[in-house]
Every structure is written in structure tokens, then in C-alpha cells.
């Protein structure tokens, strides 16, 4: 969408961004001014390439890039900079460059940068400035700048890593969901929510849904918030997989605190990003308990911005203009109104 009044201009000096913060089940386009005027907003689907392959991210960003520049009545050439967020990047170097030749087709410059998604949560968290951010959406991910340094940690994919991640936490969850049934598990509240979830009139029916449900990354962790509900219900086990969950991800923490040469007296700020820190979810609470154990000094902030904010800042690093706390804050406030 765009919004009314905003016409977009750049003769005075104020740089035209795009910040794209790709996901495994959505993509965000926000257009804005370097002084943090909010132009346009677009939402597409999901851009994880081992998804929807490259022809699948090709046409989630024409769309995405035509909607946003369309509604405001631009056409590429004028932005200034422009920051790509697009999951698995970094991770499959061959598709990387596909990547890179398409956001240079669609542009028509080379005025973008482009990097894992990872970045734009921790730019929205922290107003790109050193700290550690973790992701824990689809997927689970860590991110953390200081002094110039740049690290990440995690991000392994759903066969041996992502833990922690919506994802995990649902596997986790359907496994002990088996367990419950077959009397491996004491059953508690989880039991029944699933049962009800998937109108079991026999549990092994749950089968034909793994069969054909299981290998789609964003379908099963639409599940993990029945874990958490089951959790908030008393439910022990289901309790200790969020309490595992959140142990996974501060140990990502430390790791990168490790990484980044942090002191075990020096403040580490850690703030975090995607569904898994919903408002329903006990892993943020879970989250700081566990980084209390942890031998580093980390000090935990709520979100500054979303990860589509973050992706603007990117762009307007990218376009020679340092993000600052204040763009920040201007840049969230636009986004909220547009989205």
C-alpha cells in the first residue's frame, strides 16, 4: 500500500530507500525517505529459495518491488539504496549469485546490498548499532555486531539445527504429543489441544498429516503456539520444551558473545525477533532466565523496530547515511501506520 501525501522527492538532498526483509512465510517492502518518512508498504509471500526455488523469489520480489514503487509513483532508478534481507543467503554460494544477478535485473543499478534476513532483525532491534540479536521465527538464527566485527550463529536448517525456532518447538511438540498417546508420556493438556486441533477421532490419524504436512517448514510451525498454549495450561512437558527452546537460543547468545571478543564484565545489549517472542509465548521471560546463568553480562532490550524497519536502515548504510536511533524511531512509527 501507499499513503496519501507522500510524494516522493530527492532533489533536496533526502535519499530514496527500500528495505526488503524476506522470510520463510512472508516478505516485507518498506519505502521511505533517509529523514524517515514513510513512502510505501508492500507484503508478499514467503522468500526462502529451498522453498520456492529461484523462480519463486523472482516473482516475490518483481511483485513486491513493482507494488511499493508503483504506489508511490517511482520507478527504480531513483532509489538511492536498497537492502535485500533474503533467508539462506550466504548458505548456497551458486544461488547467491543468481540472487545477486536478479536484484541487479530488477533494479537496473547496483545500488543494493543483499544478505541473510538475519540483519534486518538485528538493525530493527538495536537501531543497527553493536549488540546480539537472535531471530526465532520459521527458523532460529544469531546475529551480533561490535567494533566492526560480524558474526552469526545457528541458522543450521530444520534437519540438524533451528533450535529453539517455531519450527523446533513444534516438532518437539508432535513428538510428545506420539509419546502422550502411546503412554511413553504422562498426557497432560497438549494431548487434548491436539487431539482437538486436528479432530483425531484416532490418534494414528496423525500419521497421514505428517506424511503430507511435515516437510513444509511453515505449515508445521504453525503448531508451535499450541506447545506454548499447552504450556501456559500446566502442562510439564510441554512446559520443558519451551524451557529448552529458550536454553538453545541463549546458548546462540553466548556463542556469539564469545565470537565477538565480549569481556565477562562488559554489558552485551541482546534483544530478539520473530513469532517465537510473541506476546502468547513464555520463551521471552524463559529467554532472560536463561541468559541470567550465562557467563556473560548480557542485557536484555525489547525490540527497538521490526525487522522490516531494520531492512531500511541497511538501505540507508547502504545509500552513505548512518543509521541513528532517531531515523529509527521515525522510520517504526511510518512502518506501523503502513503496514
Not at 529459495?49 to 518483481?62: F, K, Q, T, Y
Not at 520459521?138 to 534437519?159: D, H, M, P, Q
Not at 541463549?250 to 556469539?256: E, G, Q, T, V
Request: with cysteine; hydrophobic share 40%; aromatic share 8%.
Amino acid at each position: 500500500m501507499s499513503l496519501p501525501d507522500n510524494s516522493a522527492q530527492n532533489s533536496d538532498g533526502r535519499k530514496i530507500l527500500l528495505g526488503v526483509d524476506g522470510g520463510g512465510t512472508k516478505t516485507a517492502f518498506l519505502l521511505a525517505r533517509s529523514d524517515g518518512h514513510v513512502i510505501g508498504y508492500h507484503r508478499g509471500r514467503g522468500s526462502h529459495h529451498p522453498d520456492i526455488g529461484i523462480g519463486g523469489v523472482e516473482d516475490v520480489l518483481s511483485d513486491g518491488i513493482t507494488a511499493v514503487l508503483g504506489g508511490a509513483g517511482l520507478s527504480s532508478d531513483r532509489l538511492d539504496g536498497v537492502f535485500f534481507g533474503i533467508p539462506a543467503f550466504g548458505e548456497h554460494p551458486q544461488m547467491d549469485k543468481k540472487i545477486v544477478d536478479l536484484a541487479q535485473q530488477l533494479l537496473g543499478h547496483d545500488r543494493f546490498i543483499i544478505e541473510n534476513d538475519m540483519l534486518c532483525g538485528w538493525a530493527g532491534s538495536l537501531a543497527a548499532q553493536d549488540g546480539i540479536n537472535i531471530v526465532a521465527g520459521t527458523g532460529s538464527i544469531g546475529y551480533g555486531e561490535r567494533k566492526g566485527r560480524k558474526f552469526r550463529c545457528g541458522g543450521w536448517g530444520t534437519l540438524v539445527g533451528d533450535e529453539g525456532s517455531a519450527y523446533w518447538i513444534a516438532k518437539e511438540g508432535l513428538s510428545l504429543f506420539t509419546k502422550m498417546s502411546d503412554g511413553r508420556a504422562a498426557r497432560g493438556p497438549l494431548y487434548d489441544i491436539f487431539r482437538s486441533h486436528f479432530d483425531l477421532e484416532d490418534d494414528l490419524s496423525l500419521c497421514a498429516y505428517l506424511e503430507t504436512t511435515a516437510l513444509d517448514r511453515a505449515a508445521l510451525a504453525s503448531l508451535a503456539p499450541f506447545v506454548s498454549q499447552a504450556a501456559r495450561g500446566g502442562d510439564m512437558a510441554a512446559k520443558q520444551v519451551m524451557t529448552i527452546a529458550a536454553k538453545e537460543l541463549a546458548l546462540i547468545c553466548r556463542a556469539l558473545a564469545t565470537q565477538l571478543d565480549y569481556v565477562p564484565e562488559e554489558p552485551v545489549r541482546v534483544s530478539y525477533s520473530g513469532g517465537v517472542f510473541g506476546p502468547k509465548s513464555s520463551v521471552a521471560s524463559l529467554f532472560k532466565s536463561a541468559l541470567d546463568t550465562e557467563p556473560f553480562n548480557f542485557v536484555l532490550q525489547e525490540p527497538l523496530a521490526d525487522p522490516t524497519t531494520g531492512a531500511v536502515l541497511l538501505a540507508a548504510r547502504c545509500a552513505g547515511v548512518a543509521p541513528t536511533l532517531d531515523l529509527c524511531q521515525k522510520l517504526a512509527d511510518g512502518a506501523c501506520l503502513a503496514a
